[in-house]
Nanobody
Framework: VQLQASGGGSVQVGGSLRLTCTVS????????LGWYRQAPGKQRELVAT???????NYGDSVKGRFTISAHNGKNSAYLEMNNLKVEDTADYYC????????????WGQGTQVTVSS
């Protein structure tokens, strides 16, 4: 199973980026795709998640600015990030988790987002 995250880069404050997470090697259902981020010296935190049924959840710091979506046919999830702030600078990781049997929890490699003023 591989989760490939892409789309990171460097932008200025107020700019936008779109991250893509593509899952391969597994056909999944009743699972949650999500984005998490980790800034230097800080713990990894939730950014946004989306369930197979389309229910979304966001971290408080990104509500109203970030939007998560998924394309089930392409086994992909997207994170549209608008009005970026310096504090959004971090490595962003995608995650595929299924809490019911058969359970699994996969992480992709990070993609770096740098927001400068």
């Amino acid at each position: 199973v591989q989760l490939q995250a892409s789309g990171g880069g460097s932008v200025q404050v107020g700019g936008s980026l779109r991250l893509t997470c593509t899952v391969s090697g597994i056909r999944f259902s009743a699972a949650t795709l999500g984005w998490y981020r980790q800034a230097p010296g800080k713990q990894r935190e939730l950014v946004a998640t989306i369930t197979s049924g389309g229910t979304t959840n966001y971290g408080d710091s990104v509500k109203g600015r970030f939007t998560i979506s998924a394309h089930n046919g392409k086994n992909s999830a997207y994170l549209e990030m608008n009005n970026l702030k310096v504090e959004d600078t971090a490595d962003y990781y995608c995650r595929l988790r299924r809490a019911v049997t058969p359970q699994y929890d996969y992480w992709g490699q990070g993609t770096q987002v740098t927001v400068s003023s």
